[in-house]
């Protein structure tokens, strides 16, 4: 199976920041891409989906560049309650594949 | 709302043990399921996908006796974590997708313990 890589991490930032993670997918036929956010001793519950087009929603954005296998999380106006495992997310198949995970961003939010 | 319930949560028992996890679909039905396991500050795992009516595949490394899977209904898939010992305890968790090419929602979780 091929990988995802992510940024390292942690990211420490004030509240309010902008902060960006990077992701990475080495399999070129990938089909589908999400971001999910894990919580410590939780299960990951979907963020967003990604598209080529780049989606919105709220305070996050999330691009896909499929040329340069990249994908994209940009957090505006950071919370305390967005600190979390950021994962991203790459389904290789069409159909009911098994999803391949990043290894996650860490990330604290601080007051 | 959930999609995926998962249950237990929690499982504290000694090693020699059988524990029994299972995973539903809940509003729609799920031909395919997949478990995976997380270890502390590691990445999530895949472990088996669950096929409904039909033998789970495992992935490489994964003890298709150690870790049953029956996928016996189009909502319900049950993980047995057989004769557990003390390098089990983890976090399991299955996924399920609503259909083709969208995103897997993943149950609550199964934290094992084994002492």
Redesign the interface.
Known sequence: RKEVEQDPGPFNVPEGATVAFNCTYSNSASQSFFWYRQDCRKEPKLLMSVYSSGNEDGRFTAQLNRASQYISLLIRDSKLSDSATYLCVVNEGSGNTPLVFGKGTRLSVIA | GAVVS?HPSRVICKSGTSVKIECRSLDFQA??M?WYRQFPK???M?MA?SNEGSKATYEQGVEKDKFLINHASLTLSTLTVTSAHPEDSS?Y?C?A?TG??Q???????T?LSIL
């Open positions: 998962q031909t395919t997949f590691k990445s999530l895949l996908t976090f968790i996924s997708s083709s090419n995103p897997q929602h993943f149950g609550d979780g934290r």
